[in-house]
């Protein structure tokens, strides 16, 4: 009875084993926050780039939307798979791995009242001067540190509008959205007291566990990234959607294939 015992344990085991391998092995956690034609539904940029990626090399996507901080938390943690994007690190972080590449590069814009900045061409030196409002990271992404975080669009642009900022700054798509979707909240608002300038370039990069089951999502999502441009296919996905192919994929790549005949 003992070695029935020993042997159904035994075999119960391997099969739980298999279980949870397998489940570590094809389903993927990705904790995004909510992004307007980025994450917000399965036809969006990441989305839609996740997915081909993922599934062509036989991994089941699973999407669960958090704040933005806490899916940074989670990868941290070792509680998701990959998350992003973040600004780009030049310490490599203890908990984390960072892609090589950009997932998006956008330009970013400033809406702020005509009376209250002059000048015809802003840059990072002029925006200092000024109260400057953004979405997480945004300002950071283009070397402004010393800015106030909204996770609430509508505020960022209110509070400039309302006098409580001097500078609204966001990626194109956002800001324009916002100002577009939001303006009729504004009371006091005169489209033609405003303006929108451009101020730079964002950057943002998907992040993993800094595990080897994290290095392992990392290596299948480069993987993946190549093969979707050398397909034609990433271009599509891009343009399809109003963004441009990150030039930073297109140089890693070409690097790689060029190291391989070296």
């Known amino acids: 009875m003992r070695h029935l015992l020993s042997a159904i344990f035994f075999i119960t085991l391997i099969f739980s084993h298999m279980s949870v391998a397998r489940n570590v092995d094809d389903n993927l956690l990705w904790v995004t926050d909510n992004w307007p034609g980025i994450t917000d539904n399965d036809e969006a940029l990441y989305s839609t780039l996740f997915q081909e ?10 999407k669960t939307f958090v704040p933005f901080k806490r899916a940074v938390a989670f990868v941290n943690q070792h509680e998701a798979d ?23 590069a956008t330009p970013v814009l400033a809406f702020y009242k005509k009376t209250t900045i002059t000048e015809t061409l802003l840059g ?13 990271q945004l300002g950071k992404s283009i070397g402004l540190e010393d800015v106030y975080e909204v996770t609430n669009k509508s ?53 993993s566990p800094k595990t080897s089951r994290g290095d392992a999502v990392m290596k299948a999502y480069i993987k993946g990234s190549i093969e979707l441009l050398q397909s034609g296919r990433l271009a599509e996905i891009y343009e399809s959607r109003g963004f441009i ?8 790549a070409a690097d790689l294939n060029a190291s391989k005949h070296d």
């Open 82 to 104: 990959f998350a992003g994007g973040i600004t780009k690190e030049h310490t490599p972080s203890s908990s984390h791995i960072q892609a090589p590449f950009a997932v998006l």
């Open 155 to 207: 505020q960022a642009f209110l509070m400039v509008v309302n006098g409580r900022a001097d500078v609204y700054i966001d990626n194109k798509g956002e800001l324009n959205g916002t100002v577009s979707k939001y303006a009729h909240l504004a009371s006091n608002y005169d489209e033609d007291q405003y303006k929108t300038s451009m101020v730079g370039f964002s950057s943002w990069y998907m992040i």
């Open 124 to 136: 990072l030196e002029i925006l200092r001067r000024y109260r400057v409002v953004s979405s997480p």
């Open 53 to 62: 990626i993922f599934t062509s090399q036989g991994f089941k996507l699973n």
């Open 245 to 252: 192919v990150p030039a930073e994929l297109i140089s890693y």
